[in-house]
């Protein structure tokens, strides 16, 4: 890539940005050198100008997208100049084109392809019949075409001589790049998708029941109804149209802008007629067949833009939900004929027991169990029990608690653990090193007990995919949801940094500069040597090179080690600066490390010099004031209502304690112990108007809800966190109290804030009743929960 086109790639970003050009550049600088972004944006703050970690990745992002535009655009010009086709002012519009639509509009009647009826046409001698038509429609069709026949050419009359040049002018229609895209931003604004079940398909579909009779405007459909209707059409059950505007009487308004783009009229000449119907039949035939595959692709990249951004976040707040931290935990993986699994870690997540007992049914062996329990707790001083929140799962929390309640002295604490992703970790080659002698049923009791000590530790052992906590991922591009989720692993992962001497392999490979092979290695190191005493020591580990170490120092931890700074998230290449805070204070590091009064006496500004500024010296004295802090929120545990344990036990009007197990677009899901999540629609969330659910809550977030509306015979639980909502009877509207939900919500509820209802045009049923979260939770198309194993 050659310098003035990297020059105008990076302006362009920094103009969509907003930022300076030179930060972009030198964010780009630092990305082809091999830097992450946790890297740039923690340690090279002075480089960027203080670019933060979601402008770096956007960079990365829009980066990657504009090389390859750039290198598309060179391929365009040299097959379009390999033909001798490439004009100046060909090249100009070629090297204009913004964006890859624009590009491939260009390039189209270009664009190599099998013979068409045109090339046909034209090989037979018509283009000039096509031409004369278009140029002078006062000639009769007929009489020029009669001229052009050559039954040695394959043109037997004159209707086949016309029949050629309407080919011909059709082509020329569907590949003018101004038109095509004037007509397909036109069409994205005024259209609409529209579908209908298939005939027969009722009964079978009845989970896509919104969409039978349904129509909405592009511009209006939220991502999980697109995601649902693509889902239903792959299913058989829809049929989808995508319509260019409302059905109305005669000629379509885009028959008239193809016709007015070439002077095409009805003035009662002779050929006028029949170049209007060769336009309808291009619009028809070609132009709406090529803008449909376009905008479904739009449709469906928007669509998937959005529930990747859904499936990122909430696992970014999985990932850093609190860590009960290093305490004894016994894991239990319910399940009823093949029994509860159990698993006992100690604090630092070593596996100490295991066992597995039959207190449900078939077996109910309940006294058995509880004294099983109470003997592992006592022998290995447990103090939490974490409980998969699968099959069995609340029986299971009740043997817990009776468990605490009938042996006080324990002092346990039982806490309900989403068990997504478990069967996946158990079955995974990573499992089978880690835990090599060990049942693959029990390993899940494993990670459910780690999970609970340190969930970023062990949900990073699982492809992010199967963690569950979007919408729709199993129709979602693998590679574009694969690179997002990373990247969010990555972020958590080097926000909260990882001890060197204790993390598992698949942890090491998630901090910035280090690859699996080289995680590996630090392990084996680790294992052949013992704990490392210092950063200095990861120079010894084979392949770690000083580009690695450069990355990934700052975000490993050694406590205890030689150097206290080892422990805190400060470089070593900015070690000396700590050096000479040290002298200026007259302190030691031991003695300078979390001593406030010391370290706010001290200027920012004394220490700067040409390789640290402002910036990384503020950044390094509050991370002496608590050194190694962990940015995830302190531990809390959720208590589920005594007696609640399934969905007839919820009545309306119920209030209880719950745990967010996950949030879409339309509204959070919400575990309150029944086995059934319940939905507060987004209008439920708040008295003001809520754009996006996440600004009120989070997976991982304890709420406490109040029951609107149980519908036993569909697994529908309706919840609202306005706890002052009425609750209704199944089926009934609920009513806002005075001053409850304010007229935009309402009208946002009317326009499409509805949770994938559907029905277009029909009035929207009640919210807390969405026919869409039915639908997801029939067909597990929201993936929050790896149940039943």
Same mark, same amino acid.
């Given at each position: 890539?050659?310098?003035?086109?990297?020059?105008?790639v990076e302006g362009r970003i920094a103009a969509e940005l907003g930022v300076?050009?030179?930060?972009?550049?030198?964010?780009?600088?630092?990305?082809?050198?091999?830097?992450?972004?946790?890297?740039?944006?923690?340690?090279?703050?002075?480089?960027?100008?203080?670019?933060?970690?979601?402008?770096?990745?956007?960079?990365?992002?829009?980066?990657?997208?504009?090389?390859? @535009?750039?290198?598309?655009?060179?391929?365009?010009?040299?097959?379009?100049?390999?033909?001798?086709?490439?004009t100046e002012e060909l090249e100009a519009q070629i090297r204009g084109a913004?964006?890859?639509?624009?590009?491939?509009?260009?390039?189209?009647?270009?664009?190599?392809?099998?013979?068409?009826?045109?090339?046909?046409?034209?090989?037979?001698?018509?283009?000039?019949?096509?031409?004369?038509?278009?140029?002078?429609?006062? %000639?009769?069709?007929?009489?020029?075409?009669?001229?052009?026949?050559?039954?040695?050419?394959?043109?037997?009359?004159?209707?086949?001589?016309?029949?050629?040049?309407?080919?011909?002018?059709?082509?020329?229609?569907?590949?003018?790049?101004?038109?095509?895209?004037?007509?397909?931003?036109?069409?994205?604004?005024?259209?609409?998708?529209?579908?209908?079940?298939?005939?027969?398909?009722?009964?079978?579909?009845?989970?896509?029941?919104?969409?039978?009779?349904?129509?909405?405007?592009?511009?209006?459909?939220?991502?999980?109804?697109? @995601?649902?209707?693509?889902?239903?059409?792959?299913?058989?059950?829809?049929?989808?149209?995508?319509?260019?505007?409302?059905?109305?009487?005669?000629?379509?308004?885009?028959?008239?802008?193809?016709?007015?783009?070439?002077?095409?009229?009805?003035?009662?000449?002779?050929?006028?007629?029949?170049?209007?119907?060769?336009?309808?039949?291009?619009?028809?035939?070609?132009?709406?067949?090529?803008?449909?595959?376009?905008?479904?692709?739009?449709?469906? !990249?928007?669509?998937?833009?959005?529930?990747?951004?859904?499936?990122?976040?909430?696992?970014?707040?999985?990932?850093?939900?609190?860590?009960?931290?290093?305490?004894?935990?016994?894991?239990?993986?319910?399940?009823?004929? !093949?029994?509860?699994?159990?698993?006992?870690?100690?604090?630092?997540?070593?596996?100490?027991?295991?066992?597995?007992?039959?207190?449900?049914?078939?077996?109910?062996?309940?006294?058995?169990?509880?004294? =099983?329990?109470?003997?592992?707790?006592?022998?290995?001083?447990?103090?939490?029990?974490?409980?998969?929140?699968?099959?069995?799962?609340?029986? !299971?929390?009740?043997?817990?608690?009776?468990?605490?309640?009938?042996?006080?002295?324990?002092?346990?604490?039982?806490?309900?653990?989403?068990?997504?992703?478990?069967?996946?970790?158990?079955?995974?080659?990573?499992?089978?090193?880690?835990?090599?002698?060990?049942?693959?049923?029990?390993?899940?009791?494993?990670?459910?007990?780690?999970? @609970?000590?340190?969930?970023?530790?062990?949900?990073?052992?699982?492809?992010?995919?199967?963690?569950?906590?979007?919408?729709?991922?199993?129709?979602?591009?693998?590679?574009?949801?694969?690179?997002?989720?990373?990247?969010?692993?990555?972020?958590?992962?080097?926000?909260?940094?990882?001890?060197?001497?204790?993390?598992?392999?698949?942890?090491?490979?998630? %901090?910035?500069?280090?690859?699996?092979?080289?995680?590996?290695?630090?392990?084996?190191?680790?294992?052949?040597?013992?704990?490392?005493?210092?950063?200095?020591?990861?120079?010894?580990?084979?392949?770690?090179?000083? =580009?690695?170490?450069?990355?990934?120092?700052?975000?490993?931890?050694?406590?205890?080690?030689?150097?206290?700074?080892?422990?805190?998230?400060?470089?070593?290449?900015?070690?000396?600066?700590?050096?000479?805070?040290?002298? !200026?204070?007259?302190?030691?590091?031991? /003695?300078?490390?979390?001593?406030?009064?010391?370290?706010?006496?001290?200027?920012?500004?004394?220490?700067?010099?040409?390789?640290?500024?402002?910036?990384?010296?503020?950044?390094?004295?509050?991370?002496?004031?608590?050194?190694?802090?962990?940015?995830?929120?302190?531990?809390?545990?959720?208590?589920?209502?005594?007696?609640?344990?399934?969905?007839?036990?919820?009545?309306?009007?119920?209030?209880?304690?719950?745990?967010?197990?996950?949030?879409?677009?339309?509204?959070?899901?919400?575990?309150?112990?029944?086995?059934?999540?319940?939905?507060?629609?987004? /209008?439920?969330? /708040?008295?003001?108007?809520?754009?996006?659910?996440?600004?009120? %809550?989070?997976?991982?977030?304890?709420?406490?809800?109040?029951?609107?509306?149980?519908?036993?015979?569909?697994?529908?639980?309706?919840?609202?966190?306005?706890?002052?909502?009425?609750?209704?009877?199944?089926?009934?509207?609920?009513?806002?109290?005075?001053?409850?939900?304010?007229?935009?919500?309402?009208?946002?509820?009317?326009?499409?804030?509805?949770?994938?209802?559907?029905?277009? /045009?029909?009035?929207?049923?009640?919210?807390?009743?969405?026919?869409?979260?039915?639908?997801?939770?029939?067909?597990?198309?929201?993936?929050?929960?790896?149940?039943?194993?």
């Amino acid at each position: 890539m050659t310098t003035p086109l990297v020059s105008s790639v990076e302006g362009r970003i920094a103009a969509e940005l907003g930022v300076r050009e030179r930060q972009v550049k030198a964010a780009v600088e630092l990305l082809d050198g091999g830097s992450t972004v946790p890297f740039i944006a923690r340690y090279r703050k002075e480089a960027t100008e203080m670019l933060d970690d979601a402008q770096l990745r956007t960079i990365e992002e829009r980066l990657r997208y504009l090389r390859e @535009l750039e290198e598309r655009r060179t391929a365009i010009l040299d097959s379009v100049r390999e033909q001798g086709k490439l004009t100046e002012e060909l090249e100009a519009q070629i090297r204009g084109a913004e964006t890859k639509a624009r590009l491939e509009d260009i390039y189209l009647p270009f664009k190599p392809k099998r013979r068409t009826k045109a090339q046909i046409a034209r090989e037979a001698g018509l283009e000039p019949l096509a031409e004369g038509l278009l140029g002078d429609p006062t %000639v009769d069709p007929l009489a020029a075409a009669a001229a052009f026949v050559d039954a040695d050419k394959g043109v037997a009359d004159p209707q086949a001589a016309l029949d050629g040049a309407r080919a011909i002018l059709t082509e020329r229609f569907s590949e003018d790049a101004d038109l095509i895209g004037e007509l397909r931003e036109r069409m994205w604004v005024r259209g609409r998708l529209a579908a209908k079940v298939r005939e027969g398909k009722e009964e079978a579909g009845a989970k896509f029941a919104d969409y039978f009779d349904f129509a909405e405007p592009f511009t209006a459909l939220p991502s999980h109804r697109v @995601l649902a209707m693509l889902r239903g059409e792959k299913e058989e059950v829809l049929d989808l149209v995508l319509e260019p505007e409302e059905p109305t009487e005669g000629p379509s308004s885009y028959e008239g802008i193809v016709a007015h783009r070439f002077g095409i009229a009805d003035r009662g000449r002779l050929a006028d007629k029949w170049l209007k119907d060769t336009v309808r039949w291009a619009w028809r035939t070609r132009i709406l067949v090529h803008l449909g595959i376009d905008l479904r692709l739009r449709l469906r !990249t928007a669509a998937e833009d959005e529930a990747v951004q859904v499936f990122a976040a909430n696992l970014r707040d999985l990932l850093l939900a609190a860590p009960a931290g290093t305490r004894a935990t016994l894991g239990l993986d319910p399940g009823f004929r !093949t029994g509860v699994k159990v698993a006992v870690v100690d604090a630092t997540g070593k596996v100490v027991a295991t066992d597995v007992i039959y207190p449900h049914v078939p077996a109910n062996k309940w006294d058995e169990a509880i004294a =099983k329990l109470a003997r592992l707790a006592k022998e290995h001083a447990v103090e939490l029990i974490a409980i998969g929140n699968g099959t069995a799962s609340r029986e !299971t929390d009740k043997l817990a608690g009776e468990l605490i309640t009938k042996h006080p002295e324990l002092k346990l604490t039982k806490v309900m653990v989403s068990e997504a992703g478990a069967s996946v970790y158990s079955a995974s080659a990573f499992a089978s090193q880690e835990l090599p002698d060990m049942d693959v049923s029990l390993r899940g009791a494993v990670s459910i007990a780690r999970r @609970l000590q340190d969930p970023l530790a062990e949900l990073v052992k699982i492809d992010p995919k199967s963690i569950g906590v979007g919408q729709y991922q199993h129709d979602l591009s693998e590679v574009k949801l694969s690179r997002s989720l990373d990247a969010v692993v990555e972020d958590c992962v080097n926000g909260v940094g990882v001890d060197v001497n204790t993390a598992s392999a698949p942890l090491l490979a998630r %901090v910035s500069g280090i690859t699996s092979g080289l995680a590996e290695n630090i392990v084996a190191h680790r294992d052949a040597n013992g704990p490392f005493k210092s950063r200095g020591q990861l120079k010894d580990v084979a392949r770690l090179g000083p =580009k690695a170490y450069e990355q990934c120092a700052g975000f490993l931890r050694i406590r205890g080690g030689d150097d206290p700074l080892d422990a805190s998230s400060v470089h070593p290449e900015a070690y000396p600066v700590v050096r000479r805070m040290v002298k !200026t204070s007259g302190q030691e590091v031991a /003695s300078l490390v979390g001593n406030t009064g010391v370290l706010r006496s001290l200027r920012p500004q004394d220490f700067v010099d040409e390789t640290f500024g402002l910036p990384t010296v503020t950044d390094i004295l509050k991370e002496l004031e608590k050194p190694g802090r962990d940015p995830r929120p302190a531990f809390k545990t959720a208590t589920f209502k005594e007696g609640v344990e399934k969905i007839s036990d919820l009545a309306p009007g119920m209030v209880l304690e719950g745990v967010v197990t996950n949030v879409a677009a339309f509204g959070a899901f919400i575990d309150v112990g029944v086995h059934q999540d319940g939905l507060a629609h987004v /209008s439920a969330l /708040s008295k003001t108007f809520v754009k996006d659910p996440r600004d009120v %809550v989070k997976p991982g977030d304890i709420v406490k809800v109040k029951v609107l509306d149980v519908d036993i015979p569909r697994k529908r639980i309706s919840l609202t966190l306005r706890l002052d909502d009425e609750a209704t009877a199944s089926g009934g509207e609920r009513r806002p109290q005075r001053g409850g939900r304010p007229p935009q919500q309402r009208q946002q509820q009317r326009q499409g804030g509805r949770g994938g209802q559907g029905g277009g /045009s029909r009035q929207a049923p009640p919210p807390a009743n969405s026919a869409m979260a039915d639908a997801l939770r029939k067909a597990g198309l929201l993936d929050q929960k790896n149940k039943g194993r």
